[in-house]
């Protein structure tokens, strides 16, 4: 992991199409920009987890309609 220190209005590039901006920070919390293309999927961590667990447990449920036919 790399980790970095940056200030309001610096940013941070990942390859030539992403770039990371820091809007505001306040306390705890810091409020950022994420400049990429519309194809690239990005999603909050807590959301990817959430969408995970639902796909884990839809595949789950539906495995046993699987083997009755």
Known sequence: ?????RKVGETIW???DIEITINE?????????INAPRT???LRGELRT???SANTEAV???LPNFKDS
């Open 14 to 16: 990942i390859n030539d």
């Open 60 to 62: 789950t449920t539906k």
């Open 40 to 42: 690239m999927e990005i």
């Open 25 to 33: 920070i306040k306390g705890d919390q810091v409020k950022i920009g």
């Open 1 to 5: 992991m790399l980790i970095l220190t």
């Open 50 to 52: 959430e969408v995970s």
